[in-house]
């Protein structure tokens, strides 16, 4: 098996279906179905079941699953290790973060990194989902959890009070939550992941279950846009309700945890000079902006 089958092999093994590992690959679906075929002409055997569900591993399939992977982690190495040698202020740049960071922190990061290296290019994926940068899924990731990978470099960026927050019409038209009641008679604008990882889900720790969920939304930024949309009472960092001119309530409580970002990186990449350059903009801007 070379390390293109290992790939094909992979991705079919990871995403089950040929679309979704054709999508995966940048490639299309009949060229993943060929080179399937041929992989399992050459070893001479089934790899994987076609499933109603999808495609499952055979015993065999199973059998070299372990040496695929370490392929991939190899492949992946060399490629870090190349890039990380890369002095030049160009080429491309992958950076993975959630909507709202990228909308007020990454964006003004960028606009500066493009007027002092226009040749580098980034892309964003803007999303809750956490990539992998072992495996060069991305090469920075501005996350609100710091990673446990000891091959990961982790640098907090900021880190604000989660507190309570409405708008004024929405405080004009049902009033204020009285602390106690559990937002009785309030309606309430939830992270949906929260809610549902939460046995007893609380904002401000204040119990919800006296309220009514009227917003269930999996994007801080949609969190923060219903509160001010006066759809309901909600929690977020500190930072966007003060942007965002809504009226803090109880401000004397806030969630036991804070909302924490943390900009992360692969070790092998921390000398590439277009991602350190990348980088040294993106601290610039939570410093000048937090």
Not at 21 to 40: F, I, K, M, N, Y
Not at 42 to 50: E, H, N, Q, S
Not at 99 to 117: K, T
Not at 179 to 191: K, N
Request: aromatic share 6%; glycine share 8%; proline share 4%.
């Amino acid at each position: 098996m070379n390390w293109d089958d290992a790939r094909v092999f992979l991705a079919l093994y990871r995403e089950g279906t040929l679309r979704a590992a054709a999508r995966s690959l940048d490639v299309d679906q009949a060229t993943v179905g060929r080179r399937l075929a041929a992989l399992e002409g050459v070893v001479g055997t089934t790899l994987f079941l076609r499933t109603s569900g999808g495609y499952v591993l055979t015993a065999a399939g199973e059998s070299v699953l372990d040496a695929a992977q370490r392929m991939e982690q190899s492949a992946n190495e060399f490629q870090r290790l190349t890039q990380g040698l890369d002095d030049r202020l160009a080429g491309e740049v992958r950076i993975t973060t959630t909507d709202s960071l990228a909308m007020d922190f990454l964006m003004p990061a960028l606009e500066g990194l493009h007027v002092r290296y226009p040749e580098v290019v980034v892309q964003i994926h803007a999303s809750s989902q956490m990539l992998n940068l072992a495996r060069r899924e991305a090469d920075i990731a501005i996350r609100t959890v710091r990673p446990e990978n000891p091959d990961l470099i982790a640098r907090r960026l900021a880190q604000w009070p989660m507190c309570l927050y409405a708008s004024s019409s929405y405080l004009q038209a049902h009033g204020n939550p009285e602390p106690g009641t559990a937002f009785a008679g309030h309606d309430l604008v939830v992270y949906q992941p929260y809610v549902l990882a939460s046995r007893e889900p609380t904002l401000a720790g204040e119990p919800i279950s006296g309220g009514r969920i009227v917003a269930a939304v999996n994007s801080s930024l949609m969190v923060r846009t219903a509160i001010k949309a006066g759809l309901g009472v909600g929690e977020i960092p500190v930072y966007m309700g003060e942007a965002d001119g809504l009226v803090r309530l109880w401000p004397e409580r806030s969630r036991e945890a804070p909302y924490e970002v943390w900009l992360v990186t692969h070790k092998d990449l921390r000398h590439s000079a277009r991602i350190r350059a990348a980088i040294d903009e993106i601290v610039l801007a939570f410093d000048r902006l937090r």
